[in-house]
C-alpha cells in the first residue's frame, strides 16, 4: 500500500512539473542559458555581443573621428561624401571640420553642428547619440526629414558607445580641427605671435556661434568664438563689434590665452531688431559674423 502511494504521488508530481513547465514556455520564458565563446554565461535573450565591441572608440581629435567613424559610417555617396551630400555636409572633404564646427544645422535654423565645448548644444552629437533630435525642422534642408529626424546614420546601423562617447569627448575638449599646429617647443607662436611655426599660417577666427540665434530685451546670451588654431603663447587678441549697439551691445576685446581654440563672452539685448556681430584677430579680412535677434 505504501509503495502505491509513493509511485501515485511520484506520477502525480511529474504531471505537475510538466504542466508548469509548458505553462512558462507558453509565455515566453527565457530560452536555456547560452554560452559565450570564452565560455561565459551570456544573458538571455542576448547575441552575447558587447556595447562597445573591441575596436569602438578612439582619440578624441578629429583626425582619429574621420579614420573610425566618418569614413566607415558617414562619408560615402547617398550620405555625407559624394557629389551631393547630404544637408551640404561633405565629411569626405579636406573642409569637413569647418563644415561642422560652428556651422550652422540647415535642418533646425536655431541650431549649430558643433559648439566647441558643448557637446549638448551640438546636433552633431544630437544626431549620432539619438538624443534630442527635435521637432518641427524649420532649416533650410528640414524637407529631408520629412518632419522626422532621425538618427545617424541613417538606415545603418547606429555607432556604438565609444565611438559616440569620442564624438562627444572631441566637441566636449573644444572641437579643434587642427591637431598638428605646434611648433617644436610645443607652441604656436611666430614672429609676430600671431603666426603658427610650422606652416606660417596666422590666427583668424573662423566661427562665431551661440546656442539660439534670438534673445530678450534686457537679458544676456553667450557667444563662442572659435579660432582656426591654438592660440600662441602670447595669446590672441580678437575684436567683438555690435552693428547696432543701440539695439545688442558686446564687449570690445576677448583675449584667448595659449593653447586656447575657443572662448567665450556675453552680449546683451537692448531692445527690438537685428544686428551682426563681428569677431576678427589682427590683420583678419573678413570678419566672422554672427546674427542676432533681440526680441
Not at 556661434?209 to 534686457?218: I, P, Q, Y
Not at 603663447?233 to 584667448?256: F, M, P, Q, R
Not at 581654440?261 to 589682427?282: E, I, R, Y
Request: glycine share 14%; proline share 5%; with cysteine.
Amino acid at each position: 500500500m505504501v509503495r502505491a502511494l509513493s509511485r501515485s504521488a511520484l506520477l502525480a508530481a511529474t504531471l505537475i512539473a510538466g504542466s508548469m513547465i509548458a505553462a512558462a514556455c507558453d509565455e515566453g520564458d527565457p530560452a536555456s542559458p547560452v554560452l559565450s565563446e570564452d565560455g561565459g554565461l551570456v544573458e538571455a535573450g542576448s547575441t552575447g555581443q558587447s556595447e562597445t565591441p573591441p575596436g569602438c572608440g578612439g582619440e578624441p581629435t578629429f583626425a582619429a573621428l574621420r579614420d573610425s567613424v566618418f569614413n566607415k559610417s558617414c562619408a560615402f555617396g547617398a550620405c555625407h561624401g559624394g557629389a551631393n551630400p547630404a544637408a551640404g555636409l561633405d565629411l569626405a572633404s579636406d573642409k569637413a571640420c569647418e563644415l561642422l564646427v560652428g556651422h550652422p544645422s540647415c535642418v533646425f535654423s536655431n541650431r549649430v553642428r558643433v559648439v566647441p565645448g558643448h557637446p549638448e548644444q551640438s546636433y552633431l552629437y544630437a544626431k549620432v547619440s539619438g538624443e534630442d533630435l527635435g521637432t518641427s525642422p524649420d532649416g533650410t534642408c528640414a524637407g529631408l526629414t520629412n518632419g522626422t529626424p532621425s538618427r545617424m546614420p541613417i538606415g545603418g546601423e547606429a555607432l556604438c558607445q565609444g565611438s559616440i562617447d569620442q564624438v562627444k569627448a572631441w566637441i566636449a575638449a573644444g572641437a579643434l580641427c587642427d591637431s598638428g599646429d605646434a611648433g617644436a617647443d610645443g607652441s604656436a607662436d611666430g614672429a609676430d605671435g600671431q603666426t603658427d611655426a610650422g606652416d606660417g599660417g596666422r590666427v583668424t577666427v573662423t566661427t562665431l556661434t551661440s546656442a539660439t540665434a534670438t534673445l530678450a530685451a534686457g537679458t544676456d546670451l553667450t557667444v563662442t568664438v572659435t579660432l582656426n588654431r591654438a592660440a600662441p603663447g602670447s595669446g590672441a587678441d580678437v575684436t567683438i563689434t555690435s552693428s547696432d549697439t543701440s539695439v545688442l551691445t558686446t564687449v570690445g576685446e576677448v583675449v584667448l590665452m595659449k593653447g586656447d581654440n575657443s572662448g567665450t563672452f556675453s552680449v546683451h539685448g537692448v531692445k527690438a531688431g537685428s544686428v551682426t556681430v563681428k569677431a576678427q584677430a589682427p590683420g583678419q579680412t573678413p570678419p566672422a559674423t554672427l546674427v542676432l535677434t533681440v526680441n
